[in-house]
């Protein structure tokens, strides 16, 4: 039985259309991906089922009374609540539930037989409702879910302002996993994850029970997960009987197909477009030639493959530095207690060091601080007065509301409209994405833009936080060249070893 049934939906957004007449099933308690390049549309296709957009055209339906778990690691949250609160609004009801049985028992305790003996089995039931939900193994099934994703259950006291991004992201997740949704619909739930959570998230989904929809540039992950797979494919959903192994071999093999009868085609096409050509004005020949037009009028064209979306990721280099470009003496970072022990390296002119650790130990917090954007609580930061230094930020910190052609006018407010154009078509951003607001964008288009505004900005350092989240496999080879040809010092946050171990000398690991 499906429990949801999608009908010939079609969706514009900012003027360009993501689907058209697309039409899909999720079934009970399947477990299945949705894969595409990024801008094809696949994390607003899990707004549009979680309801946060509605269809222009087409239908969109849930079997009735299941609950929907939508992932979104960049939801606002209250910043001064606790993450204790904010994991424990799960299993609210059943601590009111707790505490009114308390109260009863209290009050029990002073009434009447009679009324002592009825508050006694209302109490009694209410007990019974807790021990049927395991309420008293919730404390355990927190903690279980919270170290399988990476988070010491010291955490629970942290407010959520003090969190690092990824222990943000993976707290949000934790509250999904523990609402034990119908159905999950999960956007880059890997992003913050190092490779052992990442298989204790694999083994947590496929014993899930239940129905999901995950979306993950990880392959090794989606093969672990997926026994099903959704292609967004111009424009409309594909759906591949079986899993991702499965999905690329006869992915591979219908595109090789295609291919073929697009080529056979064109080559038909204009043969008939040639005779029609010579023969439409001669009088012996002009009702064939007619008769060819209009046969070519209603032929069905074959799409052409799609190709992999390049990318011209570059970062220019300045003049060079000295040679010893950062100094971290007996450095302390943290907002309020240390995050790890006081730290002294030394960064030489030229080197590429990659920044490593478990998340949330303070990898962003120790760029935060190098960079001045963050006090050190001991210790001491020192640059070559020769440095010159090109930042992405793991934050997004641009105006959503703005288009990334805005976004590039005003960074580069000498480029003419063909120069950004041609800026952001290098990163994969196309014309109609560049008149979008970001708001409506991928976070990998996101990330792209981001990515784009270094092209130009001149420096001899490049520090780069996690710049591969979001990213399509194509986008991260890509990048990968452009740091390994890049010719400066640069310092690069990473939780992908097959990223890094190809680009950096050596790595500075953190320890609490």
Excluded at 64 to 85: A, E, F
Aim: net charge neutral.
């Amino acid at each position: 039985m499906s429990v949801l049934t999608v009908e010939q939906m079609s969706f514009n957004i900012g003027g360009l259309d993501l689907y058209h007449g697309c039409s899909f099933r999720l079934y009970e308690g399947e477990h299945a991906c949705l894969v595409g390049p990024n801008g094809s549309g696949k994390t607003t296709l899990l707004k549009l089922l979680n309801r946060d957009y509605k269809p222009d055209k087409g239908d969109i339906n849930w079997q009735n009374n299941k609950k929907i778990g939508y992932l979104d690691q960049y939801k606002t949250l209250d910043k001064d609540m606790r993450v204790q609160t904010y994991l424990y609004d799960v299993f609210l009801p059943l601590f009111q539930a707790e505490k009114r049985m308390e109260t009863l028992y209290e009050q029990a305790a002073s009434a009447s037989p009679a009324l002592s003996e009825k508050k006694m089995m209302q109490a009694a039931v209410l007990q019974e409702r807790l021990l049927e939900a395991n309420f008293y193994d919730i404390k355990a099934k927190i903690g279980k879910i919270m170290t399988g994703l990476g988070l010491d259950i010291n955490v629970m006291e942290n407010r959520i302002k003090t969190l690092s991004e990824g222990m943000r992201a993976k707290v949000i997740l934790a509250k999904l996993l523990l609402e034990e949704a119908d159905v999950l619909l999960l956007d880059e739930p890997t992003n913050f994850l190092d490779v052992k959570h990442i298989e204790w998230l694999s083994n947590f989904l496929n014993e899930y029970p239940k129905a999901f929809i995950v979306i993950s540039h990880h392959e090794a992950f989606l093969k672990s997960v997926a026994k099903t797979v959704f292609a967004l494919e111009q424009k409309t959903i594909t759906r591949y009987k079986g899993d991702y192994n499965f999905y690329l071999k006869e992915r591979d093999l219908r595109q090789a197909q295609q291919a073929k009868a697009y080529d056979q085609q064109q080559k038909f096409i204009e043969r008939t477009e040639t005779f029609i050509q010579k023969n439409i004005t001669r009088a012996k020949t002009s009702k064939r030639a007619q008769s060819r037009r209009k046969m070519l009028s209603k032929i069905k064209k074959i799409t052409k493959p799609s190709s992999e979306q390049t990318y011209q990721f570059h970062f220019p280099f300045s003049k060079p530095t000295g040679k010893e470009v950062l100094h971290v003496e007996n450095l302390q970072i943290g907002y309020d207690e240390p995050l790890v022990d006081p730290l002294d390296f030394m960064v030489r002119k030229e080197e590429k060091i990659a920044i490593t650790g478990k998340n949330g130990i303070g990898k962003s917090t120790l760029i935060y601080t190098i960079m001045g954007q963050l006090p050190a609580l001991e210790g001491h930061v020192n640059w070559i007065d020769t440095a010159m230094i090109a930042y992405f930020s793991q934050d997004n910190t641009l105006d959503d509301s703005k288009t990334p052609f805005d976004i590039v006018h005003e960074h580069y407010p000498t480029f003419t409209k063909k120069d950004i154009m041609d800026l952001l078509a290098q990163h994969g951003i196309t014309y109609d994405m560049a008149r979008r607001t970001l708001q409506t964008l991928s976070g990998g288009e996101a990330a792209k833009l981001r990515l784009a505004l270094l092209k130009h900005q001149k420096g001899n350092v490049l520090i780069l936080d996690e710049p591969t989240n979001h990213l399509d496999k194509a986008a991260k080879r890509a990048l990968k060249q452009a740091l390994q040809q890049y010719k400066g010092t640069m310092i690069l946050v990473s939780h992908e070893p097959d990223f890094y171990e190809d680009i950096c000398d050596y790595e500075i690991e953190l320890f609490a």
